[in-house]
């Protein structure tokens, strides 16, 4: 075990885009769990867009990450030593245990996981919130149904490549809005997307979805926001749903953007566009578990990761995933399992 | 009866707020009615926001009127000479007759007024097209349920008064927003929202929304759009609903508006927004024409008329009612019953 506990903790509240100076490195003492704790070694942490909110001081959904706090995060983690009844030493296990090698817990929303069953880093990605994340935004808040035309944003992210992949499945036309030819060819040749395009080689986004989504759009999974967005709502057809996940184009912006109104196409349209939290679904994510483990031994969802090596390269594994860098899951690899 | 027929012909597609010369007054025979035909003799005109949407180029949820075409509009009418089964000389019926004076039909999509019921004129607003909007808006589009709290734009308007008076019948706290002291006192004082403001005479929407809805707002039924609805974005609850009605702020721009991109804070709150059109309800007006009226004799349902004489004044009843002159809902009267 390593003699210390490194913990990135948030320095300064970024002004924009994050900077290296928004985040410290600390070393304290490994933590010694007391009657009813156990101690908790990271081995991976999950880096997601999410955590960018986290670091502004306005109250959202959750509390912001005080100045000096531990910077949070999901990490798939091993119990070393349990007072804790139900979590043996060496059981392996997920929860929200933050950007650093040791936590301890009470047990309370840790989740164990079975390495039998996948990568046990998968129970941050497809078995974990961003696959619940992906199939109920799909299936429940976009309402897809077999024969509709699905079009995701950031679908070679973690998210999107699991929403295009969920949709073939129950028989949609899925299309994808990436950045990048790299991104574009994995999400049609190895995601089995239907089409896709890349944003950032397109001077006319609104022709690309005309081209790509010849009967308009009945599905819009959004993770981007801003011009991309805007483009999609004018192919939506009536009775469109729109998915809002994130809008990862304007977490990072100083001030904020205007852009034009959206919602008079929401009336000729009647259509809905819906924002949402993958804990909404909280108790129903043993059916979204359950059913996403099956696509998954059957080889019917696939999914790549981005590896970073090494807490101590955290703050840029997070950095690049909010630029893009990544394809599919950015996950950092804390210590051997 | 008149020796010809009035007719208000679209001139020319307005460029921003419409004017006179957009209309032009034609006099043609009055039509004869042939086998299965009825002749009408339209009495009531009603004058509604869509009517802005009729007069572009670009087709909508329904087709757009034609240059050199009669103006779009529904109407009370008594039946004059009829071929039509079910439909006697005398009879009052309602239908999409028109600006102008007589029209034939051969009885689809006509709906025979009971006169013993409510003024006839009536079947133009409560029990009619914008009270089927604001019943059907509100419970089924808003999901207002008791103890909420329902914010209505355009709260004077014809749809946004019934608005508030049904939230407030279901057990809503209703607060309205609307242009004027006058509109701002009539929906408190008369028609008994709990609160309101001028927006008028405001410079920070969202601090009167913070003090009249201090438990936030769970409902939001949207006449207006532009910076009203930015302000009203900022109050949402979570799980919050938006009701799209109508944007008439944004009916007459020459160019399309910017604004603040708002589909973030949709995330945050888990909120839905939602546009729709009276017409999906269809299959379920009889239900809502039957609790609409059990409340209107039961004297729970106040409701206002702006009466215009004449139909060759319908077109500044028209562009009155665009531009707010008008408090509850704005008609035309044709001739006498």
């Known amino acids: 075990m390593a003699a210390v506990n490194r913990q990135w903790l948030l320095a300064s509240r970024p002004v924009g885009f994050p900077k290296m100076s928004d985040f410290r490195l600390a070393e304290t003492p490994v933590p010694a769990p007391g009657p009813g704790q156990m101690r908790v070694r990271n081995l991976w942490l999950s880096v997601d867009p999410y955590m960018r909110g986290r670091m502004n001081e306005a109250r959202s959904y959750a509390r912001p990450v005080p100045i000096g706090g531990v910077m949070e995060g999901g990490t798939v983690a091993r119990v070393e030593v349990s007072n804790v009844k139900g979590f043996a030493p060496g059981a392996i296990v997920e929860s929200r245990f933050g950007w650093q090698d040791y936590a301890l817990s009470d047990g309370r929303g840790v989740r164990i996981v079975d390495p039998q069953l996948a990568p046990i880093q998968t129970a941050l990605y497809v078995l974990g919130m961003p696959g619940m994340t992906a199939y109920f935004g799909l299936l429940d808040i976009g309402g897809a149904k ?10 070679a992210g973690a998210v999107g490549a699991l929403v295009g992949q969920i949709a073939k499945i129950i028989g949609c036309r899925a299309v994808g809005i990436a ?7 994995h999400v049609v040749e190895d995601l089995g997307f239907d089409g896709a395009f890349d944003y950032k080689a397109s001077s006319d986004y609104g022709a690309e979805i005309a081209r790509l989504c010849p009967q308009g759009v009945d599905v819009y999974f959004d993770n981007v926001g801003g011009a991309i967005t805007d483009a999609a709502f004018a192919h939506l057809n009536v009775r469109a749903r729109v998915a809002v996940c994130g809008q990862i184009s304007q977490y990072n912006v100083e001030a904020p953007e205007r852009g034009p109104r959206l919602l008079g196409q929401l009336v000729v349209k009647q259509a809905r566009v819906e924002g949402f939290l993958v804990f909404q679904f909280q108790e129903r994510y043993a059916e979204g578990m359950a059913r996403m483990a099956g696509w998954l031994k059957a080889g019917r ?12 390269n955290a703050p840029q594994a997070f950095m690049g995933m909010l630029k893009g860098l990544n394809t599919g899951k950015q996950l950092v690899k804390i210590a051997d399992a």
């Not at 077999?146 to 679908?155: H, K, Q, R, Y």
């Not at 969802?301 to 101590?312: A, D, I, N, Q, S």
């Open 179 to 185: 950045g990048g030819a790299a991104k574009v060819r």
């Open 301 to 312: 969802l696939k999914y790549r990761e981005t590896v970073t090596e090494g807490l101590e």
């Open 146 to 155: 077999s024969g509709e035309t699905v079009l995701v944003s950031g679908a």
